[in-house]
C-alpha cells in the first residue's frame, strides 16, 4: 500500500503535536510518548544494555518521552521472575538508562506496577499472589500458584510504602516522570474493579473506597518525589468483561486523580488475566505464544484453550477515542489519548479533539523513528501491522518488530 498521508500538509494542530509542551512540572519536546510496552530485556529482574540501548534508539528517533515498562515496587509485585524489580540494586543501572535518553534530549518515564493477583512468580514470598478478594490465579496454575489471597491490612500498608520507595529509588535513577499502572488488571486496577474488589471493609464496595489504596498510592507516592517529578497514572477507560470497570466510574476515578495532583492520565482499557488483547487490538499470535512457553502443561493449554479463551478484537485506528472523549469533557487536566496511534492523521485528529499528548507503543516498536520520520515527511503512518507479534518477541529475546526477518510471514490470525 502507498503511504499518501506522508504527503499532507502539517494542519495547525499536527504541529502541535510536534511543539515543545509542559507536564507538570516537565518541559518535553513534543507532545509524543512513547508508551510502556513490556521490554522483556531485564535479565535477573536488572536492566541491561539491550534495554539502555532500547530506549536510546527512541529517544533518537524524536519521542518527546519514553516510558520503561512495568518496574515492579517489589518482589511481591512481580508477574514473573525476571520482571524489573525497582530496588536499589538497580538504580546504577537505570542511571545509565536515564543518561542514556536525556543526551538525545528526550525525557523518561518509569511505570511503577504491582501485580497484585496475577502473577506465575514461584520466587514472591508465599503465599502468594496477593489481591483484593480472594479467587483464582489462573495465571500461576501450573507454577503451584492457584489461589489469589486476600491482602490484610499490612498487606495494604506494605504496597503503599513500596509504591513510595520505589518512586524514591527512581527519582535517583534520574527519572522525570513516573506513570502509576492503574490499569489493564494490575493491583490498582484490581481494586478499582467492582468484578475483582469484592471486600466488605474500608477498601472495597463503593467506588469510594475502591479509590482509597490508589490514592494512598498517589499521595505517598507524591509525598516521596515532592513537586520536580511529572507524576501520571494509566487507568481504564473500561475492564472489558462484563462487570468490571466502565467509563462512568472512570470518569470518577479521573476526578478524584486530577484532586489527588496527578499531572496527566494515560487512557487505556482491558485486564491482562481477563481480556488480553481488548487492550491491544489486532491478530492473536498463538502460535508464537505456544513456541516460546517454557511449561509443557502450559504450552498444552494455550494451544487448546487459548483459541476459546483468548477473545479477539479487531483492530481500529483510536481504537479508545470513543470512551476518551467521555473523560476529555468531564476533565480539566491533561490527558494522554492511547491505542491504535499509527499515523500523522491519528495525530493531528488527537489535538483536534483537545487531547494533551499522545501516546504510541506498537507503531514505535515497528519504527522507532517513526516521529522523525513524520516531521521530514518521509512517512505518514508506522508500518505496523497490528499482528502483535512483538508480545511473543519480549517473551524471546526482547521486544521488537518481526517485519525485518527474512521470512517474516506474521500470522494474521483473526486480525481485522
Ligand atoms: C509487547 C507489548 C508489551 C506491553 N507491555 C505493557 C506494559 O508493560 N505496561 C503497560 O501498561 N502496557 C503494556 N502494553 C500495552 C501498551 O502500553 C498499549 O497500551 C497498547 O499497546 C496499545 O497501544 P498501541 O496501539 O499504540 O500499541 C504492552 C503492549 C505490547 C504490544
Known sequence: MSDTSS???????????????????????????????YEGMTPGGKPSQQLIDHHTQLAAGGVGMTTVAYGAVSARGRTFAEQLTVVPEVVPGLRRLTDAVHAHGARVSLQLGHCGGFSKDRTAPRPHPRGPSPGWNTYGLMQGLPRVH?????????????????????????????????????????????????????????????????????EAVRRAVGQDIALVAKTNLSDG??????????????????????????????????????LLR??????????VEKHPLQKLAIATAGPFVMRTYPFEELFFLDQARKLRAALQLPLVLLGGIV???????????????????????????????FVAGTAGRSRCTHCNECMVEMDRNGVRCVLDDAEASPELENSD
Open 7 to 37: 504527503f499532507r500538509p502539517l494542519s495547525a494542530f499536527e504541529a502541535r503535536a510536534y511543539a515543545p509542551a509542559t507536564l507538570g512540572p516537565l518541559q518535553l519536546r513534543n507532545r509524543i510518548i512513547k508508551t510502556a510496552t
Open 150 to 218: 486476600a491482602m490484610s491490612l499490612a498487606d495494604i500498608q506494605q504496597v503503599i510504602d513500596d509504591f513510595a520507595t520505589a518512586a524514591r529509588l527512581a527519582v535517583d535513577a534520574g527519572f522525570d516522570a513516573l506513570e502509576l499502572h492503574l490499569g489493564h488488571g494490575y493491583l490498582l486496577s484490581q481494586w478499582l474493579s467492582p468484578a475483582v474488589n469484592r471486600r466488605t471493609d474500608a477498601w472495597g464496595g463503593d467506588l469510594d473506597r475502591r479509590l482509597r489504596l490508589p490514592l494512598a498510592v498517589v
Open 241 to 278: 468483561f462484563k462487570g468490571g470497570l466502565e467509563v462512568s466510574e472512570a470518569i470518577e476515578i479521573g476526578r478524584a486523580l486530577e484532586r489527588a495532583g496527578v499531572d496527566a492520565i494515560l487512557m487505556s482499557g482491558g485486564f491482562v488475566s481477563k481480556t488480553p488483547l481488548y
Open 282 to 291: 489486532g491478530a492473536r499470535p498463538l502460535r508464537g505464544m505456544i513456541a
Open 343 to 373: 499515523s500523522r492523521q491519528n495525530l493531528d485528529q488527537a489535538m483536534r479533539e483537545g487531547f494533551d499528548f499522545v501516546a504510541l507503543g506498537r507503531a514505535l516498536i515497528a519504527q522507532p523513528t517513526l516521529i522523525q520520520d
